[in-house]
């Protein structure tokens, strides 16, 4: 089973460097936005397969008294893990509106179960002063955890920036598409405040923390370094992760930025604040970008890419082929193309890139191990992180230095990637899906198993919630109109957030 580092904040969360709020990605209907679910036949009628089984395993991952999803199943549905987060929590929510939406459940009975969820939510311990969630909960009471339940290992409750912002924009999708529990929704949204996580300290201000402890963590078996603050001066302190903040604008902590904008509590130009890339002085770098510097909200801004086998990808913290590209506000449309630019260019360029990392089938996101366990899966030659993040299993590593053309091995694939790839190239993504489909033991009761890998054919045969309920927030987007697309950018995301992020022009990327 999947284990995350209970000492840290949620494992998949934090390493996965691309923002990843699935179910807001702006994906092209296949389907009128009035029209309902697209009708049974062809692409339609497998797509609408896929969505009904993995709803399946979203269903059988939940507690039916606390409405609380458990993290992972195994691919049988029969064992489900003990412990929630705030992620998981949120894309239950937006699968349940997708459920709906597709006319897998009825309205009465999504109703139901995300009433269910949020009572639970009202009256789960959390930090009063933020109005925020600790990482780690038991699915079937709704506890904190403060001990691991496999090994007993410690845990401090710790406020992850990036949990908190999945669960906030899930509550905003609730808030905006179900009139039966927006109100009960737009409470726990209100009281949430994001600025918590920005520094205004750091060198390029507002760029957020990881999160904070609301204890000093010495009690782990390995304590990180912290930092205590006085938090929104409330008179108590918090130790913050001090040697830990998101500088990448293509991160999972952008989610973060749009909401603490769309509330107000974060200035706009700390959405220019992180890296695009890095500047090409950093010669540390496997692939060296290239591009020009611009001037947002007085905040200079490097934009450039790598070219790197004849693709222009848009390199990240951990590249993958699609869901570092797809974040929350790339529904955020201005003049028929996605704001900010590189969003058009970039994920084509990246799975032409995985192309050439070995990868036969798409699809590299972190994902299970097929062997066991958990592991960040990308290009290396695209990754920021000097270290790499491989293809394979064997670590091949890519250096344009040292070693540009290497033999890569057994990579590993996980099919939410394709789901999300749907965005830039529904046939692609679908053709691609159907071959991990019939191609591998890959497909259960509950949808799609979580990880293959494609030169052996092992199949990591389990299912993690959230990237179920990616797939189901892109199959939403795609069969229902866009509609977590609608119901996310409602209100005050398109008020506050598209003005900021409209000017932008990566220029370097150029058009489709």
Not at 125 to 140: E, I, L, V
Not at 200 to 224: H, I, Q, V
Not at 314 to 339: D, E, K, N, Q
Request: charged share 20%; hydrophobic share 35%.
């Amino acid at each position: 089973m999947h284990r995350p580092d209970p000492s840290q904040f949620s494992r998949r969360t934090a390493l996965t460097g691309g923002l990843t709020v699935a179910a807001f990605t702006a994906l092209p209907p296949l389907a009128s936005a009035d029209a309902g679910p697209t009708p049974a036949g062809g692409r339609g009628a497998t797509l609408m397969r896929w969505a009904r089984d993995t709803w399946a395993s979203m269903v059988a991952m939940t507690d039916p008294v606390t409405g609380l999803i458990s993290d992972n199943i195994t691919g049988d549905l029969g064992n489900r893990a003990h412990y929630t987060s705030p992620t998981n929590i949120g894309g239950y929510l937006w699968s349940t509106i997708v459920a709906r939406d597709l006319r897998i459940i009825t309205p009465g009975e999504a109703n139901i179960r995300i009433r269910r969820t949020l009572r639970t939510l009202r009256g789960m311990q959390h930090h009063d002063a933020a109005g925020m969630y600790f990482n780690w909960y038991d699915p079937r009471d709704g506890s904190a955890i403060l001990e691991w339940p496999d090994d007993g290992n410690p845990v401090v409750p710790f406020v992850s920036s990036v949990d908190a912002a999945w669960l906030g924009a899930a509550l905003l999708v609730v808030r905006n598409g179900d009139p039966g529990n927006s109100k009960a929704a737009g409470e726990l949204f209100s009281r949430m405040r994001f600025d918590v996580f920005a520094d205004p300290t750091f060198s390029k201000p507002y760029l957020n923390y990881g999160g904070y402890y609301l204890e000093e963590p010495t009690r782990l078996t390995s304590p990180p370094p912290t930092i205590a603050r006085d938090l929104i001066g409330e008179g108590s302190d918090v130790w913050y992760t001090r040697d830990h903040h998101y500088d990448t604008v293509v991160s999972e902590t952008r989610i973060t930025t749009y909401l603490g904008i769309a509330k107000g509590q974060i200035p706009p130009e700390s959405y220019y604040q992180a890296w695009r890339t890095f500047p090409p002085d950093w010669d540390w770098q496997e692939s060296i970008p290239v591009g020009e510097w611009h001037t947002y909200l007085g905040v200079d801004v490097y934009e450039g890419h790598t070219t790197i086998w004849g693709a222009r990808p848009f390199p990240v913290g951990v590249a993958r082929c699609s869901r570092s590209s797809c974040p929350t506000c790339s529904c955020l449309r201005r003049r028929g193309r996605l704001a900010p630019g590189p969003q058009p260019s970039t994920p084509r360029g990246r799975a032409e890139a995985a192309r050439h990392a070995g990868v036969r089938i798409l699809g590299l996101l972190p994902a299970s191990h097929p062997a066991g366990g958990y592991s960040e899966w990308g290009v290396d030659a695209l990754g920021l992180n000097p270290d790499g993040y491989f293809s394979d299993i064997e670590r091949t590593n890519y250096s344009a230095r040292t070693n540009p053309a290497p033999d890569f091995g057994n990579g590993v694939v996980t099919p939410h990637a394709a789901f999300l790839a749907m965005l830039h190239d529904p046939a692609e993504a679908y053709a691609n899906l159907t071959r991990i489909e019939h191609d591998f033991d890959s497909y259960g009761a509950g949808g799609f198993y979580d990880a293959v890998a494609t030169a052996t054919g092992q199949v990591a045969k389990r299912h993690l919630s959230l990237d179920q309920a990616m797939i189901l927030g892109a199959l939403g987007n795609v069969l229902a109109g866009g509609n977590l697309r609608r119901y996310f950018t409602r209100g005050e995301v398109e008020r506050r957030v598209r003005p900021v992020i409209a000017p932008e022009i990566f220029a370097p990327l150029g058009g489709e």
